[in-house]
């Protein structure tokens, strides 16, 4: 994919002016927030689960290459296969080769942020292959030839008219001519267009909310039941994860689902949780007869004992997109690439290059509500603000920021100087303003006065009127 | 232990110098009051807006200059979370562990307090002996809520004052879109957050709207009187100190 993030100034000024989306992004306060208030409310023991949620990912990380090499002993040992991918060119392949080897056209797909990543989709058209999403959001938005805007609700951006905009110029060759907006109606259309594909797949692709180690099963959760269509009813399943998602044992597991669904939908567990192990066995009534694992690492093994090891703990809960005040008024596409809102900010520049991606780190007030949320504590402002130290050091930062910097350093080192630099500005803004008490205009600081007015000081620092005082009674 | 008369340093915060002597005052007045020694060193600015752009060089800088100026008093006291949080939490993450200026931003550190919290965290202050006629809204900064646990305090205090109604808006632990350099980097989202808290100002009816950090306090006011609405904006402090007879933030003298 493309990336956009060069331009997030001009992306997020345009979906703030966006009347159709600013409406859809409302959704996320009712949708996501308040729920997730009354799911945390009710447990009480959540922010001891918290504590054990970081413990644990913490743990994993630090001895990921044990876990892995245990998962992928597993794996085998159930009859499946795991494959390891360095780079998205590499995972593509890879489930290229796999698709072809079984002669697929047409592949199911269940919902996969690390699809997005590799560019899985037009990778597999441009083979020959037809990808289909089947979660109903994912869904809709490859009719529309979109990204997701959101990790976990991937159509969040959009309304319900546009939704059957998209399925009446798509849905007429399955035989639907009429146009529906009720969403009743909207979803057993999609439905009923789905159940097709999943009875003619070959392959079915999902992600992995989990890999469990002490079993080698991946595990995926979600509230439609998509994807566990997706993963038994073609001959191949493939499970594609980055390789941060292992989890020692079932039991972690149970610890890690019952943060991820409160902390992502207020639920206390989601609809469908699903366990794969293996292929098909003699005994079982349904399932694939391949199970591969494909796992990415795309730069996250080089996170591994840096300053940024602690983001690979994220669960993609998407807690921290629906309570960051940045997201919720520009939602996902003005990031500019896959993962949007603060876990995005943070991932991106080391996915994609901090040259391209360096806006979203800096285009956060550090209010620290989404490390206040995070459901395994990522300190998320502090790894945003060792973006900007890293940009700084390479002088990445913009000129203006940085000659604005210099010149208030320069004062601020220098107590004298500066008490008599802000002994002019106090009395300097005083008189700009007039008989106001603020200032209207001012043309160096356009960014506050185009919005809003600057409250004008009242003409002496405290540090003068101190001053006074202390001659006037020592 | 709290010595008979503790001796504190009062760092008055580069805005609050700047734009907003009397909360300096307030400050002073309230510490007095409760029985402390305040003095006010040589200083300049905790250094954020070099800290939050990435230059960790100036920061330090500054951060040994705050160290310095001091660390021989019994406490650290300014009027603002963001500020005191500056010291306390992120100062000591600038030097290497073990080394000699770590040790001393750490004990610097244990000895940092935002005034409402160490006014009755540590002073065990009970009771604000003022009043105020006015139905006020109280907005939670960011850095003083998340970073140092400052929620109930001011609360507390403000429930004591002689007439003054307390209004809870909704929202009021979201950020209102100041965030130092933020607001002039990305202004058309601090000003679409900002117009949010706005919003939910008014909705409460109060006619005073309160906070403890000047930074949010310039951007709210400054972006009610664009609209032209009608509402006091005051530091809590003043309110608590009863040094309300000065112009209200960015209000003329003698009223509107
Ligand atoms: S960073 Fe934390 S809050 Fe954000 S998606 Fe990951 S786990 Fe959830």
Known sequence: MQATSLAFKRNAIAALNNPVLQKALNNIKIGFVRKRAAAVAKLPEFGLLRDAGRDLRNHVLDHLDFYLERFEAQVIESGGQVHWARDAAEANQIVLDICRSVNARLVTKGKSMVSEEIGLNDFLEANGIRPVETDLGEYIIQLRHEQPSHIIAPAVHLNREQVADAFQAHHAPYGFTERHE????????ARQVLRQQFLQADVGITGANFCVAETGSTVIVTNEGNGDLTQTLPRVHIALASIEKVVPTLEDVSLLLRLLARSATGQELSVYTTFSTGPRHPADVDGPEQFHVVLLDNGRSSMIGGEFQDMLRCIR??????HCPVYSAIG???????????MGSVLTPQLIGIEVAGQLPNASTFCGRCEEVCPVQIPLPKLMRHWREREFERHLTPMP????????????????LYRRAASFAAWALRRLAGGAGRIKRLPLAKGWTAWRDLPAPPGRTFQQQWAARR???P | MITAQPKIGLFVTCLVDLFRPTV??????LLEEAGCTVEVPVQTCCGQPAYNTGDRATARTLAQQVITAFESFDYVVAPSGSCAGMIKCHYPSLFEINSGWRVRAEQLSTKTFELTSFLTDVLGLEQANVDYAGTVTYHDSCSGLRELGVKTQPR??????AGLELREMEESEVCCGFGGTFCVKYPELSNRMVSDKVAHILATGADTLLAGDLGCLLNIAGKLQRDGVAIKVRHVAEVLAGLTGVPAVGEAEGGE
Do not use: I, M
């Open chain 1, 471 to 473: 001659e006037q009674r």
């Open chain 1, 401 to 416: 920021t940085r000659f604005g910097l210099g010149v208030w350093a320069f004062f601020a080192k220098r107590p004298k």
């Open chain 2, 156 to 161: 507390r205090l403000l429930g004591t004052v």
């Open chain 2, 24 to 29: 300096g005052f307030s400050a002073l007045k």
């Open chain 1, 332 to 342: 996902g596409h003005a990031y500019g690439w896959v993962y949007p809102g603060p």
């Open chain 1, 182 to 189: 009720e969403p009743r109606a909207l979803l057993d259309e």
């Open chain 1, 317 to 322: 809960c998407a807690a921290c997109l629906n």
